[in-house]
Each structure stands twice: as C-alpha cells, then as structure tokens.
C-alpha cells in the first residue's frame, strides 16, 4: 500500500509516474485524502488522482463525490472537484456532466479568483469531449466579467478565456467569437506580446 508520507515527499514528475502504477485498491485509499487537513498529502493525493483520470477511466465511479465538492464552502475543495471532473469528462458517456454544466458553470462567478481561473482553464479539458456543449462553453466564458477582477488577475483570465474560445472555434466558424476576439485584441488588457501569440494561433 502506498504510503501518504512518501506520497507528499515525492516530486511532481514522480507522482505522475506513480498514479500509472497504483492498484485500484491503492486509488480508492487516496480519494479520502481529498479531505485531508495535511496541504501536502492532499495536494499529492489530487494530483495523482487528476493524472490517473487523464489515461484511465477507473475514477470515474467517484464522479458523484467530486461533483458534490462543487457545492463545499472550501474554495480548495471546489478547486478540487471541478478539476477532477474536468479531467474524468473525457469518460463521461452518462451525460452526467451535461446534468451538472449549470452548477459547474457557477464557479466562473466563484468569490475566490483562483477558482474561477482554474474554471475557465479546466475547460480547455472538457471541450474536445463535449461537442454538443460548445457553443454554451463559449457563452459562459464571454460572459465572465474580467472588469470586475483585480487588476492582476484580468490578463491571466483573459488569456484563459481566449485559449478555449481558439479551441472551439478551431472546430467551428463562429461570428460571436471573432467578435469577441477582435475586441480583446484592440482592447486594454492584452500586451502586445500576448496579442500576437494569439494571433498566430488563428
């Protein structure tokens, strides 16, 4: 059985190498440590979890708990949930996360700006596997107030934002995309290294 302290010592590029050796037994130990007090330990726990929900689909029966972490009133832990959700999409033939778009959406308006970034980045992870939802993805993502964030943090969501509206409209023309990217380009908030980077991706 792994162990918890080895687990939280261990470097990151280890962690990955590890959650493609663990037993299912091993994997169901550590989906409790989600919820651990100990940063380390859960934060080794998740990533090995979120990388083993990358290549293989036997996560996906806790689904149920991590969409119950989108309701936490611990930012950390809906950070946690909506990643891993994100990461299990990709095995998601129940239509269960078009059950939930609505209440995953909410975190773009979460109080904690950390979670609303890592929101709209986990998308990036969810559109090539919900096709039918990408024109709703898109919607939500647009209509994210950057305005209202402290000024740090307005680049950084923006520039996340705009790497999944490329994404989709890399699968389909869209006129409220190009809208929107055009004004992202002429507005302030985008330097003009930033700018061209994007442009060269369209």
């Given at each position: 059985m792994i162990s918890l302290d080895a687990l939280a010592a261990a470097e990151k590029n280890t962690l990955q190498s590890m959650a493609e050796r663990l037993s299912a037994e091993e994997l169901?130990?550590?989906?409790?440590?989600?919820?651990?007090?100990d940063d380390k330990r859960r934060y080794a726990s998740f990533l090995v979890l979120?990388?083993?929900s990358?290549?293989?689909d036997d996560l996906y029966r806790y689904w149920a708990l991590f969409e119950e972490k989108l309701g936490s009133p611990?930012?950390?832990q809906r950070s946690l949930g909506l990643m891993l959700l994100a990461a299990n999409t990709k095995w998601d033939t129940d239509a269960k996360f078009e059950a939930l778009f609505d209440a995953y959406?909410?975190?773009?308006?979460d109080e904690k700006p950390i979670t609303v970034r890592q929101c709209i980045q986990s998308f990036?992870?969810?559109?090539p596997y919900k096709p039918a939802l990408r024109d709703a993805i898109a919607a939500r993502l647009m209509a994210v107030d950057i305005g209202s964030a402290k000024e740090t943090m307005r680049k950084l969501l923006l520039?996340?934002?705009?790497?999944?509206?490329i994404l989709i409209r890399k699968e389909k023309a869209s006129d409220?995309?190009?809208?929107?990217?055009?004004?992202?380009?002429t507005g302030g908030i985008l330097d003009n290294k930033a700018k061209k980077a994007f442009q060269a991706l369209l």
């Open positions: 169901d130990a550590l989906v409790p440590v989600l919820s651990d007090t979120q990388h083993r990358r290549i293989s611990n930012s950390y959406c909410a975190l773009l308006d990036a992870e969810i559109i520039t996340d934002i705009l790497t999944n509206l409220v995309i190009d809208a929107y990217l055009s004004d992202a380009f």
